[in-house]
């Protein structure tokens, strides 16, 4: 009824969004001074052999099979239809490998690493901010302290630090790529063993950094609620203290929710830089190689996949935001 | 009558950054089954700390340094340190907050509030009896039923005081602590909030009720007797009646007479404040703590302790009433007449409220 009717709106917004970010997202790399089949041209010239005229044929075949002699609305619209059939086109710089493949091979290395770091650190975080805030004292100071610093340090620095005393001077864990050398990846037991080590060092330098930032917000959110006057009422009517707790966790919870779902919106292109210290053949990498080769429908996928994510994850945000409080979701339906 | 409850030695106090600040100091109270014990006062007089202390939900920075409540016979220390049973809370003794406020989560529906204290108080009741009960009530007191269903914002500032003092009184508690629940309210959401109280003394949902505010004709309806504190201590206690017509303790004299009650005869009464500010109670002027600002001010006031004159339900502590026993202080007399303090001005009439009488320049002489 109501909801569902406000749930409809929402979708229609959100295709709305959708639609300006596909364009953008299609016309932006265009902007880019160079064009990739010059790139392509210029590279296999270097070699030597072949004449003006051959390489002109070249060049030709090139921007035709890219489509990229057409006017820019048809290239749209091309691109569009493609997409309508789950294509995401062509790459220029792997011709003649798919879109679709390169992606597909990266994507489940970015997630093998980003979503276990982001739930397991927005539980521990959420968890060690509202204990923080409850207990007070040297416990609350110490993690204060500890999540703030954690926090606030660039990613990437706390990844080169472990990376070179965990991988580098102790030699425990390996330093670079996701499986060994000579290995394909394969539902195996003995590859999961290997991968797995590789697997640790990226996993922790973004787990101690989300785990800080959950935890700061959390405890900022339960000291206030802690003074509320429902929870001296629940005192005095004999409630126990983890039913309290429970109240406190839920109103405390609502920015966290947020949080939570964004950084999930974010996994695609969250920790490109973590990707790139590691060597991990994550979306970051591809996402990174593509720029450097002007490669237009790998980032033009990718930047969708983005897109498409972050939308995804606010539209969540915003039908768990109703579900949890109620303040909300009257704002929201019309209806006091 | 039989007694309901006997809470001696109540000593509190808050202690934030080394500084100790002694809100309530060695105050015994008393009150009879089915009686409604008014506590007045200042700001900072140590009143709603008092109604935390008796409500069982004292916790930092205030610390009980000492007392015992006894009720129903059952005794039971109330000093930092001794176990009290989470049990009594809501059961023996309650609190009504004000609760026009945030009493109740704003994530919650109130009925899930309601079976979480009846679940808090006996884990085996389902979720269909304790709503049961909830809803008896409320139709009993005349509210309707639904309001369950609602969460607080949905509710109006005096519903959600009635459903806030429902929600209090469900397990049927011995003594319900009402801190200032009228203080938020318009007059007529107070009268019915008062009128429920009543009506729920008289069913015998609860024996006895604290009722704390500084409203002093709110609490001269409400009260049986009123307790008058000041800077941590009970100055007077009494009857209701004889504390708004005869006074005599000169503080609760000086208050009485800093508020206009819209009766005839306050026509052509003098309306005053009281000189001078309550102390700080982290450092307390010795002997009676009203000395500096009383107009009937002796030697002995400056040095000892005041005496209780009368017995423990109705008294006054002061030396004045010592040497007039039963006698009323002279209101005119309570606080000294100074030329220089502005406070002291006759009203012609009615019209004008004691906070113009506190601010504006008077021309008295």
Request: proline content about 6%.
């Given at each position: 009824m109501q909801f569902a009717k406000y749930i409809g709106r929402k979708v229609l917004w959100y295709l709305a969004a959708l639609i300006v970010a596909l364009l953008l997202n299609f016309i932006l790399p265009r902007l880019v001074p160079g064009n990739p089949v010059d790139a392509i041209v210029s590279n296999m010239s270097r070699g030597g052999g072949a004449t003006g005229e051959q390489m002109k044929a070249v060049y030709n075949n090139y921007m035709q099979q890219f489509g990229l002699d057409k006017p820019m609305w048809e290239q749209f619209l091309i691109y569009l239809s493609n997409l309508a059939h789950g294509n995401l086109g062509t790459s220029f710089a792997q011709y003649p490998a798919s879109v679709n493949k390169l992606v597909g091979q990266a994507l489940p290395w970015s997630i093998a690493i980003q979503l276990p770091a982001i739930l397991v650190g927005w539980i521990v975080g959420n968890l060690l901010g509202a204990v923080a805030a409850f207990r007070g004292g040297w416990f609350d100071r110490g993690a204060f302290v500890g999540s703030l610093f954690a926090s606030s340090m660039p990613y990437y620095c706390l990844a080169i630090l472990l990376l070179y005393i965990v991988g580098v001077k102790l030699g425990v864990l390996p330093i670079s790529g996701a499986y060994s050398f000579g290995l394909s990846?394969?539902?195996?037991?003995?590859?999961?063993?290997d991968a797995i080590t590789y697997w640790w060092l990226p996993f922790w330098s973004l787990v101690i950094v989300f785990v800080g930032g959950q935890a700061v917000g959390m405890r900022s959110m339960s000291?206030?609620?802690?003074?509320?006057?429902?929870?001296?009422?629940?005192?005095?009517?004999?409630?126990?203290?983890?039913?309290?707790?429970?109240y406190i966790f839920r109103n405390a919870m609502l920015p966290q929710v947020t949080g939570l779902a964004l950084s999930i919106?974010?996994?695609?292109?969250?920790?490109?830089?973590?990707?790139?210290?590691?060597?991990?053949?994550?979306?970051?990498?591809?996402?990174?190689?593509?720029?450097?080769?002007?490669?237009?429908?790998?980032?033009?996928?990718?930047?969708?996949?983005?897109?498409?994510?972050?939308?995804?994850?606010?539209?969540?945000?915003?039908?768990?935001?109703?579900?949890?409080?109620?303040?909300?979701?009257?704002?929201?339906?019309?209806?006091r | 009558m039989t007694r309901l409850l006997e809470a001696t030695h109540l000593t509190a106090a808050y202690q934030t950054g080394g500084v100790e600040v002694r809100a309530v100091d060695d105050v015994s109270v008393h009150i009879d089954e089915g009686e409604v014990l008014g506590v007045a006062g200042e700001s900072g007089c140590g009143k709603s700390t008092l109604g935390a202390i008796l409500s069982l939900t004292a916790r930092a920075p205030l610390y009980v340094e000492s007392g015992t409540l006894v009720i129903d016979g059952q005794s039971q220390d109330l000093a930092v340190g001794s176990r009290i049973p989470r049990t009594w809370r809501g059961s023996v003794v309650s609190l009504l907050p004000q609760g026009a406020m945030n009493s109740i989560s704003p994530t919650l529906r109130v009925r899930t509030l309601v079976y979480d204290v009846m679940r808090a108080h006996n884990a085996r009741i389902s979720k269909n009896e304790a709503l049961d009960r909830a809803r008896d009530r409320l139709k009993e007191?005349?509210?309707?039923?639904?309001?369950?269903?609602?969460?607080?914002?949905?509710?109006s500032g005096g519903m959600k005081q009635r459903v806030v003092t429902i929600i209090s009184t469900l397990l049927n508690p011995r003594l319900l602590i009402a801190d200032e629940p009228t203080s938020a309210l318009d007059v007529s959401s107070q009268?019915?909030?008062?009128?429920?109280?009543?009506?729920?003394?008289?069913?015998?949902?609860?024996?006895?009720?604290?009722?704390?505010?500084?409203?002093?004709?709110?609490?001269?309806?409400?009260?049986?007797?009123?307790?008058?504190?000041?800077?941590?201590?009970?100055?007077?206690?009494?009857?209701?009646?004889?504390?708004?017509?005869g006074?005599?303790?000169?503080?609760?004299?000086?208050l009485l007479n800093s508020v206009l009650v819209p009766e005839p005869a306050f026509r052509k009464k003098r309306v005053r404040g009281i000189p001078g500010s309550p102390p700080n109670l982290a450092n307390p002027p010795a002997g009676c703590r009203f000395h500096p600002r009383c107009g009937l001010v002796m030697p002995d006031c400056r040095t000892k302790e005041p005496p209780h004159v009368g017995d423990?339900?109705?008294?006054?502590?002061?030396?004045?009433?010592?040497?007039?026993?039963g006698e009323a202080v002279p209101a005119d007399k309570a606080v000294p007449r100074h030329i220089d303090d502005p406070t002291e001005l006759d009203l012609p009439a009615a019209g004008a409220t004691p906070a113009h009488a506190a601010t504006t320049e008077g021309a008295n002489a």
């Open positions: 990846p394969e539902p195996t037991l003995a590859f999961f063993g000291i206030y609620e802690l003074g509320a006057d429902y929870v001296n009422y629940g005192r005095g009517l004999g409630l126990r203290d983890n039913r309290i707790v429970r919106g974010g996994i695609v292109g969250g920790a490109l830089i973590t990707e790139l210290v590691f060597s991990y053949p994550g979306i970051g990498t591809t996402l990174f190689n593509a720029i450097s080769q002007n490669d237009y429908p790998v980032i033009q996928a990718i930047t969708l996949i983005i897109t498409v994510a972050v939308l995804a994850a606010n539209f969540l945000v915003e039908i768990a935001y109703g579900l949890i409080d109620p303040r909300i979701r009257a704002a929201q339906t019309g209806d | 007191l005349e509210l309707p039923v639904r309001v369950l269903d609602a969460y607080p914002h949905q509710l009268k019915a909030l008062i009128d429920m109280l009543k009506q729920m003394l008289e069913q015998k949902i609860m024996s006895g009720v604290v009722f704390v505010t500084h409203d002093l004709p709110v609490l001269r309806t409400v009260s049986d007797r009123i307790a008058v504190m000041y800077a941590g201590k009970i100055a007077e206690i009494g009857p209701a009646e004889e504390i708004a017509t006074p005599k303790h000169p503080y609760s004299a000086a423990e339900l109705t008294f006054s502590a002061c030396f004045w009433s010592a040497q007039h026993p």
